[in-house]
């Protein structure tokens, strides 16, 4: 006996020492231990120093309970066995596909049914007492007509856990043994998980072949070592969205977090990203950035989660928001079939309904029985089974009383309309015949239900805020302004758009029209009714943009209402506008707005389209024009179309001193623009000469202690930098940062240029650690206001990699350096590009990666000559360090051809004597040198 017992303590400790969740897998073989150390117990002699009178006890062994189940399922499998572990029961695991031990060593198996079960066609178990737990709707085994089903389902969890212990205890006598409450484990069900998913569909008709497709990838059995992804595509209209949600529901017990997430904008995607942070408890914070970072460290710690990309239109977007994780899943909704570059392991598509699920489907959504299946079926061919034109077409049939037969009747004297959408076309007759009859019918019952729906096709197609009309109807021309005055107005007009499905009402209390039918609105529009609603849409929109853009606090609300305004531009510019100053305001601050984001090229079209207002405006309008000019110019200086830049900042600084004089302090923005173009194109004489005035007209203006007068500072301290005074440089950036300091008023942004500046000189006299110190400060104070990706942090990003590189911190260096670069590469040839790139290759070469290096700063030394010319310095700063490569490399001749070219661009721009031309000279010279046993030949 001491034997026996001594081998299952050892067995016992064993187990006890296997590494993370895995040790419930083995409780099979110590069960096995328990039965064989029990089997010798009973065979002892009994206990012969029993109390008189009573008989010796020897405890029953604990019956062994199997608990089945297939992969798909194992999260239901590991709660199972842990609730019977921890209550004294006595469990042992059995995957689906895995032959059954014995029926005389199991006395109850207990079988987990789902939806995924029905995937795993395994071996049955037909000589056993079976309990079977069905855990998500679905249909029972056929072999369970003699058996318990449980169904736990719709239960929560300290209800699931008393429902499964009684089931058990009722076919096998529990253990007299007292139980050991602990605290509950996790309880796999829907009611434990983070959701945001809007509910299932009670008309869902099951797709089970697609269906089935998804659960494949996502909890079928393949190898989990890598995040897994399926896109599910088709048409518009054909339940794409609807299916997402039925697996969503269905098969939510796999998962702790589900997310809905509406990616047809990176707007709205990051939107509900950010909420999901907010509901996990990550920190809030102004920088998108940390908070995704934050969330994915979050989800790694989850036990399985799910994230729903609803309508993605864009692979890249979507790929760049996947979280570097793999225990969860990505699931992704999208019209776009073709997904390439990996951002999903797996494509399936949607196709229409068959032909008697098209009929179920009517039949169920306008509760008619009374047709015969024969014409519900032609008006299910007669719409092309599409989900969408049967859910409008039964949605009018309901609303209107009729039966599908009177309905058939009805569409059949509808006018064909030409395509209008922007998809696949086979299904627009079918769809604008249906609409056009929900809309006449929508109008009978409310007339003005019309122009609200029609002024709903002019804005994004997502969240569209109610409060937005009796806000701001104040703009728009009467009666529509009588009726939207109050909710109630409001209200009123929306009831029969919602009862008709034109229009749906959001859980988060906004609005939304599908694009198909925003599209199908807008093409019963004449030219001039196109116009009014155009017009409407902008007025309002303008109303309620925060005039001003600039200021952090006021961004929440342009970004809500950005794809409304983008939307709005797209669309109303057809015909025309008979409100363009209304329109050139929108599109100023809209343009402004994105300009301090960071998103440039939106930036420029925008303010391009207000350019084009302002200039065939009244004369009385002229300093929106010169705004406007002053305001496209930095957007095309960030693009590096320095050109363009320069012709636009001298338009606008030539209108200023027209209509404010010459002397006038309102023209100093424009001078240091102008100055900053100058230092570019290196016109250093120019540029000092134009930040000179602007100080000037500032002192003069407003004294010594004004904020512009910081920002001259700074542009002239830039131009002193270039010019190579260091000295001169940092005295205009201490003295700026300084007053900056002492002023209350100072955003974050000004105060971290300042340090990035003073940083830069640093990094010039090769004093790293101060370097570092500054550009620190510089990117907690960007951070404070700008999201992590946003170019002003880029940029301290790449100064900082330099720093840290010096300081030999090169692993975050690279990660400084290619932080940088992934937010600099989305502007294409850019010289802020270049700059990163470069430090790459020096960090490459101080690492020893020379051949990574060497295609580094060739691709540095094309972008610069393809983005500022070919004999600009940016293209020598890119070849004096590819030749220090070249050299490293033992290709000396290479070495000298290419820092002979970059000593010439260097001295045809700065001069002979300029510090940069020395140098390059000086290392010329020691490269030949180094190749010629000591001979230095004449320069």
């Given amino acids: 006996m001491i034997g026996a017992l001594a081998a299952l303590g050892s067995y016992a400790s064993a187990v006890a020492t296997i590494p993370g969740t895995g040790w419930w897998r083995y409780l099979a073989a110590a069960a096995g231990a328990v039965a064989a150390a029990s089997a010798v117990i009973a065979a002892l002699p009994r206990d012969t120093h029993a109390l008189p009178g009573q008989a010796p006890v020897v405890p029953a062994p604990r019956p062994r309970v199997a608990v089945r189940y297939t992969p798909g399922d194992a999260t239901w499998a590991k709660w199972l066995t842990d609730l019977l572990e921890r209550t004294n029961r006595n469990p042992v695991v059995e995957q689906w596909d895995q032959s059954a031990a014995g029926s005389q060593e199991v006395a109850l198996t207990v079988v987990i049914v789902s939806a995924a079960a029905a995937l795993w066609p395994g071996t049955s178990v037909t000589d056993r007492r079976c309990l079977y737990l069905r855990v998500e709707e679905c249909p029972a085994p056929e072999d369970t007509a003699d058996s318990t089903v449980l169904d736990l389902a719709p239960l929560a969890a300290e209800i699931a856990v008393e429902h499964v212990l009684n089931g058990i205890d009722s076919e096998v006598s529990p253990s007299e043994e007292p139980i050991a409450h602990t605290e509950a484990v996790p309880y796999p069900g829907l009611d434990s998980a983070v959701s945001n998913v809007p509910p299932r569909s009670a008309l869902f008709i099951d797709r089970a072949d697609v269906l089935a497709r998804v659960v494949t990838v996502f909890l079928g059995p393949q190898q989990v070592g890598t995040l897994r992804s399926c896109a599910v595509v088709g048409v518009g209209g054909v339940g794409k969205t609807q299916l997402a949600l039925e697996y969503a529901h269905r098969f939510a017990s796999h998962y702790d977090v589900i997310w809905w997430i509406r990616a047809e904008s990176p707007v709205s995607l990051l939107d509900d990203l950010t909420h999901l942070a907010r509901r996990l408890g990550v920190p809030r914070d102004d920088d998108s950035g940390v908070v995704l970072g934050a969330l994915w460290e979050t989800l790694r710690v989850r036990r399985r989660w799910l994230l729903v990309f609803d309508n993605a239109l864009d692979s890249a977007a979507v790929a760049s928001h996947l979280p570097p994780l793999t225990n969860g899943d990505v699931l992704v909704t999208s019209y776009v079939r073709s997904w390439h570059g990996g951002t999903v392991t797996e494509v399936v598509p949607l196709e229409v309904f068959q032909e008697e699920h098209a009929v179920e489907f009517l039949r169920r959504r306008s509760h008619d029985r009374v047709t015969a299946s024969a014409t519900a079926a032609h008006v299910a ?97 009467s009666p529509l302004r009588d009726h939207l005055a109050t909710e109630l107005g409001v209200n009123a007009l929306l009831r029969p758009l919602l009862s008709f499905s034109l229009v749906r009402a959001d859980d988060d209390g906004t609005l939304g029209v599908s694009r198909q039918i925003q599209d199908f609105l807008r093409s019963t529009l004449q030219a001039d009714e196109h116009r009014w609603y155009a017009d409407a849409a902008s007025l309002l929109l303008e109303s309620a943009f925060p005039a001003d853009p600039v200021a952090s606090p006021n961004w929440p609300a342009c970004a809500a209402l950005l794809p409304h305004v983008l939307s709005a531009v797209q669309h109303g510019g057809r015909n025309g506008t008979t409100e363009p100053l209304a329109l050139g305001r929108l599109l100023y601050r809209t343009g402004t707005y994105l300009h301090h984001r960071g998103d440039y090229p939106r930036a420029r079209d925008l303010l391009e389209q207000a350019l084009a207002i302002w200039e065939t405006a009244p004369d009385d309008h002229r300093p929106e024009l010169a705004r406007t000019l002053a305001s496209l110019g930095r957007v095309q200086y960030h693009l590096a179309a320095l050109d363009e830049a320069r012709r636009t900042t001298e338009r606008a600084v030539r209108l200023s001193r027209e209509l404010y004089g010459e002397d006038d302090p309102r023209i100093v923005p424009q001078l240091l623009h102008l100055s900053r173009i100058q230092r570019e194109q290196w016109q250093l004489a120019e540029a000092e000469e134009t930040a000179a005035k602007a100080l000037e007209l500032c002192t003069t203006a407003h004294g010594e202690n004004h904020a512009a007068r910081a920002d001259c500072l700074m542009v002239l301290g830039d131009v002193h930098w270039r010019g190579d005074a260091l000295d001169a440089a940092q005295d205009c950036y201490l003295t700026a940062l300084t007053l900056r300091e002492r002023l209350h008023d100072s955003r974050p942004g000004e105060l971290a240029t300042g340090h990035k500046h003073l940083a830069i000189i640093a990094l010039e006299r090769d004093v790293p650690e101060e370097a570092a110190s500054h550009l620190a400060q510089a990117r907690t104070l960007l951070t404070s206001v700008y999201e992590e990706d946003h170019p002003d942090v880029a940029d301290v990003d790449n100064h900082l990699g330099d720093a840290l590189r010096r300081l030999g911190r090169t692993d975050e260096a690279r990660v400084a350096l290619e932080h940088a670069l992934k937010v600099r590469s989305r502007l294409g040839d850019h010289p802020d590009g270049v700059g990163t790139l470069i430090g790459l290759g020096r960090l490459d070469r101080d690492t020893d990666e020379l051949t990574r290096s060497a295609e580094h700063l060739e691709e540095a030394r094309r972008m610069a000559s393809a983005a500022m010319g070919p004999n600009h310095p940016y293209v020598a700063n890119a070849e004096r360090e590819l030749a220090e490569t070249l050299f490293a490399q033992g290709h000396a001749d290479q070495a000298i051809a290419v820092q002979t070219e970059a000593v010439r661009r260097y001295e045809e721009a700065y001069g002979h004597d300029h510090t940069q031309s020395r140098r390059a000279r000086s290392r010329l010279e020691e490269i030949r040198r180094s190749t010629s046993g000591g001979n230095t030949p004449e320069s």
């Fill in 381 to 477: 061919r007669a719409l092309g089974r599409l989900p969408l034109v049967l859910e409008h077409a039964a949605a009018y049939a309901e609303e209107t009383g009729s039966t599908l037969a009177q309905f058939e009747r009805v569409l059949h004297q509808q006018p064909v309309s030409p395509p209008v959408l922007s998809q696949e076309t086979w299904y627009q007759p079918v769809m604008t015949a249906t609409w056009r009859m929900s809309l006449q019918q929508a109008c009978e019952e409310e007339p003005r239900s019309r122009e609200l729906v029609l002024l709903f096709a002019f804005f994004a197609s997502d969240r569209i805020p109610r409060a937005l009309f009796p806000d701001h109807v104040q703009v728009l021309s």
